[in-house]
């Protein structure tokens, strides 16, 4: 099977020679280390070389990465883990940051404001102290959903911690952003959540930010950030680009 370090050169070696002697060609199974670590499965296949007169040269070995024979049920379900949270139902931190990176980046060829919101539920540990953490897990999937058809076009929902959610908006002029809030906090303010029968208290503050063509995740976020420290349940607000 796959060694590794010394022990990998005395198999590749051992195998070099039984193919000097045999003269025939040979397929093992084994890993390799990768660059990131862990160990990657590899297919390794040695045959022999032989000269213009028939005399053997030596042996050639051929590495390939061997497949891991997931099943497309396997796949789906690795995708579906990636791309959205597990317990919101909304899209992942992961999948968000990489989606406001490609946004950020696509900000500067187009001079087209990217811009975010924050929704943060204020009372999600009172939810989770009062009712049990699966009620305040029905609180989060029923704020994601909502916020979600609130939606149009490319932008996303994402669960960014665990009372936040953050949404992307690729056109983030601050009038359609502060109109956006506003909806959302709005219709939030409208329903009234139940789980199993009882009545969920939601309160939520919403806020976002500009972006800034020289602005990166982390100095967005902390933009919208700081609205938060300064709005209440009963406005929004949206810091400029600068």
Known sequence: QGLLGMERTVEVSRLTGLLLQRQESRVIQGTLPHKNGYLLPVEMKAFPLYDPLGLQLGACLLFRQKSQGYKKEQVLQLAKLAYFDSVSGSFSRPYGEMKLKAALTEMQQTNVPAGMLLVQLYNLKEVNDSCGHVAGDHLLQVVGKTVASLLEGSDIVVRWQSATFFILCHNGKKSLLLLLA??????????????NGQELPLEVLVCGAVADVNDTIESLVGKAERMLLQTDTNRVLVADAK
């Open 182 to 195: 506003e909806r959302i906090r709005t219709l939030l303010g409208q329903i009234q959540p139940t789980f």
